[in-house]
Nanobody, 121 residues
Framework: QVQLLESGGGLVQAGGSLRLSCAAS????????MGWYRQAPGKQRELVTT???????DYADSVKGRFTVSRANAGKTMYLQMNSLKPEDTAVYYC???????????????WGQGTQVTVSS
């Protein structure tokens, strides 16, 4: 059983910072990549950032220069440092991992339950 557990969401004022974390646990053989997605009310879920290995990262244009993704704990913990937050960053943020549960398994997507980030003006 694989679990992705997010923490760090909350309410902040515009210009403030938050740090989200995602801890992967359970029967994990290998993690191909991890990422953060977000979904605002009435909008489609969108990619925020992905990280493969320890340093291969991609960011949505809307967060470049403000958000930083990193991994620790042998790649099983992912962080999202969010600075200079804007009201338009308000969304439910979801942790994603593409992983294999054992040697013979196919890499599959796993998702956390989401954590609410609200940025007030």
């Amino acid at each position: 059983q694989v679990q992705l557990l997010e923490s760090g969401g909350g309410l902040v004022q515009a210009g403030g910072s938050l740090r989200l974390s995602c801890a992967a646990s359970g029967s994990i053989f290998s993690i191909n990549s991890m990422g953060w997605y977000r979904q605002a009310p009435g909008k489609q879920r969108e990619l925020v950032t992905t990280i493969r290995g320890g340093s291969d990262t991609d960011y949505a244009d809307s967060v470049k220069g403000r958000f930083t993704v990193s991994r620790a704990n042998a790649g099983k913990t992912m962080y999202l440092q969010m600075n200079s937050l804007k009201p338009e960053d308000t969304a439910v943020y979801y942790c994603n991992a593409v992983l294999r549960t054992d040697w013979g398994s196919r890499p599959s997507d796993y998702w956390g339950q989401g954590t609410q980030v609200t940025v007030s003006s």
